[in-house]
């Protein structure tokens, strides 16, 4: 399937009210730089194509072999010098990597997938786009939490006193650290 436009970014919006929105949609995208006219108010049929696109990416990306996920929250203001200090990053550290940016832009929530990273080389990677990250005001998670690869940055992203919360928190509902035993703190 080819892409529904060229351009280096696709935005998808989808909009729910109870009236019609496409005039304040139009009204907020004035000012923004495009390659081309924008699909406003496309029918039945483009809208299932776009959201087919937008709902096999996990699929097609997994081809490639399990990319090296980066899930990540950013100030809006951030996302475009984020995309380009990334792929530069990428590029010197693992040449043949491919970097694939999607998400949910509007909430600063990013799914930075690079497909085609050697396991053992995993590492040269991940610090300094972690490093990006926090330097970019970001947040090392988003929506899919931290987890035990992650911990280690934890406080790149939260203050001191946010992380004591957390484990007090977590020591009131798990006495036992029984569950997730080390997979956020140890």
Not at 3 to 22: F, I, K, M, R
Request: proline share 6%; net charge negative.
């Amino acid at each position: 399937m080819s892409s529904p436009v060229e351009g280096n970014w696709l935005l998808l919006v989808e909009l729910a009210a109870d009236h019609d929105q496409t005039e304040r949609l139009a009204d907020l995208l004035a000012d923004a730089p495009m390659c081309g006219e924008p699909a406003v108010g496309v029918d039945v049929v483009a809208q299932q194509r776009l959201w087919r696109v937008h709902e096999s990416l996990a699929e097609v990306l997994g081809v490639y072999g399990p990319p090296l996920k980066f899930d990540v929250s950013l100030p809006l203001a951030a996302i475009a010098g984020f995309a380009t200090d990334a792929a530069t990053l990428i590029g010197e550290r693992v040449s043949d990597a491919v970097p694939v940016l999607f998400g949910h832009v509007g909430e600063g929530n990013l799914h930075l997938n690079v497909l085609r990273v050697p396991v053992d080389e995993e590492k040269a990677l991940y610090a300094p786009m972690m490093d990006l990250i926090a330097q970019c005001g970001g947040n090392v998670s988003s929506e899919h939490g931290v987890g035990s690869r992650k911990r280690a940055y934890l406080e790149m992203s939260r203050e001191p006193a946010d992380i004591t919360v957390m484990r007090s928190v977590k020591a009131a509902l798990d006495p036992t650290g029984y569950l997730n035993a080390a997979v956020l703190f140890d």
